[in-house]
């Protein structure tokens, strides 16, 4: 490696990959996916050096275990059961698994294949590699984290004048950061600036929450939804969040508990958000489409269905910066409570745009998945076919029900 080794520890990877672990490892441990990479810059290129360094960088991944002090905080998490944190004790990651080349418009490929039980904890680091290694080696890293410093602190002095109230938010960059660096150099900054006005309660990364003593977050991605409902081929893929909802009681009862709405359009997962589920869990998290519409088409829900939406939570995480937290906090302050999870904006703000890259599940138990969010673009499927026959099966399950 040309490099620093940049993923040191299996816990630098967000809480949901084991949360959802957990869960895959109890009820779908047969299930086979494969990832697909992609990167929606459309000026951005990685050289041939760069596709080497992530190879070395992703193979000095796979090398690593958990350690029992590791396993121990692992174990400490209320919802994490005794069973799942002995398998991580054997768990390493293949480099057998990866496929990784230069055939892409964009110079760089990357396809995961294997259980679903292994390939789910690689998206997180792989992301986390790319991003380091494309700054570092496509630019001056130096003069990038210097920039990253001053709109930091800018961030930081406007919490301190009062600027933004947000209320309480967590930091998500782990798969957008400029680097592990630049991550951790935010939190502690931002813990700092900690006021009840602007309370970071936590972070995804689970690795940084356990050396700064506080709260790892992150509940469910759309995985999930995608390979629960779509990955056994007898199941409706428009009852995806049914499937996925009940598996995940099954699994934590009333424990960790916030509901992801968008994998196959919010108004299809409120056909099956009825009260049984939205009583059992806490909230409900967006992730595309307009935030306001959203959180009123909740709270309209909430109150169909006799529940106060006082009890419950929405969890903002679609593209947010503190502006916009603070706006949708005054705009929905005392009718609902709200919560935050800031990514790039936290991580990966600097004087040039950050990367927009993905790593999607696209197969699963051979057969094409998707994902039909609230707005374009944000789907990765291969086969436009799929996508048309989930979009019919959604449309048949609106007008019909």
Same mark, same amino acid.
Not at 236 to 259: C, F, H, I, Q
């Given at each position: 490696?040309? %490099? ?11 809480? =949901?990959? $084991? ?11 047969? =299930? ?9 810059? /459309? ?15 992703? /193979?000095? =991944?796979?090398?690593?275990? $958990? ?47 294997? *259980?679903? %039980? ?13 991003? #380091? ?8 890293? !130096? ?13 930081? !002095? ?25 991550? @951790? ?6 813990? +700092?600036? !900690? ?55 099954? @699994? =934590?009862?009333?424990?960790?508990? *916030? ?6 359009? *919010?108004?299809? $997962?409120? /056909? ?7 009583? %059992? ?10 935030? $306001? #519409? ?17 009890? +419950? ?62 707005? @374009? ?25």
């Amino acid at each position: 490696m040309k %490099l620093p080794q940049i993923i040191n520890s299996l816990l630098e990877t967000d809480l =949901y990959k $084991f949360s959802m672990g957990q869960a895959i490892y109890h009820q779908f441990s047969d =299930y086979k996916t494969i990832w697909s990479f992609k990167c929606r810059n /459309k000026d951005v290129h990685f050289t041939d050096e760069m596709v080497e360094e992530i190879k070395d960088q992703i /193979k000095a =991944y796979c090398s690593l275990r $958990f350690t029992e002090d590791e396993l121990e905080y692992l174990h400490s998490i209320k919802w994490l059961k005794g069973s799942y944190v002995d398998f991580l004790r054997l768990w390493q990651a293949r480099y057998a698994d990866f496929e990784i080349t230069t055939d892409a418009e964009c110079g760089l490929a990357i396809e995961a294949k294997g *259980t679903w %039980l292994n390939t789910s904890l690689y998206e997180i680091p792989t992301l986390a590699i790319v991003n #380091e290694v494309y700054f570092k080696m496509a630019h001056d890293y !130096d003069d990038l984290l210097l920039s990253f410093k001053e709109k930091l602190q800018a961030k930081v !002095d406007g919490i301190k004048s009062g600027k933004y109230h947000m209320g309480a938010y967590s930091e998500f960059g782990v798969r957008r950061r400029l680097s592990g660096e630049a991550q @951790e150099l935010a939190i502690t900054e931002l813990l +700092k600036a !900690d006021c009840p006005e602007n309370h970071i309660v936590g972070t995804s990364n689970v690795y940084l929450a356990r050396k700064f003593g506080i709260t790892p977050v992150g509940t469910m991605a759309h995985e999930w939804i995608m390979c629960v409902g779509q990955g056994n081929h007898k199941h409706n893929p428009a009852y995806s969040n049914w499937y996925a909802l009940d598996a995940w009681v099954k @699994e =934590y009862g009333v424990l960790n508990g *916030t509901a992801l709405t968008d994998t196959i359009t *919010t108004d299809c $997962f409120l /056909k099956d958000f009825k009260l049984t589920y939205a009583t %059992l869990f806490s909230g409900v998290r967006h992730d595309s489409g307009d935030p $306001f #519409e959203w959180g009123e088409k909740m709270i309209k829900h909430y109150e169909k269905l006799g529940i106060d939406p006082k009890t +419950k939570t929405l969890l903002f995480s679609d593209s947010l910066n503190f502006e916009k937290a603070t706006a949708l906090h005054d705009h929905f302050d005392g009718r609902i409570k709200v919560a935050f999870g800031i990514g790039t904006y936290i991580s990966n703000e600097t004087k040039i745009d950050p990367l927009n890259i993905v790593m999607k599940t696209t197969f699963c138990n051979g057969m094409d998945v998707a994902k039909v969010s609230d707005v @374009e673009g944000k789907g990765m499927c291969k086969n436009p076919a799929y996508v048309d026959y989930l979009h019919r099966c959604i449309d048949w399950r609106m007008k019909r029900e």
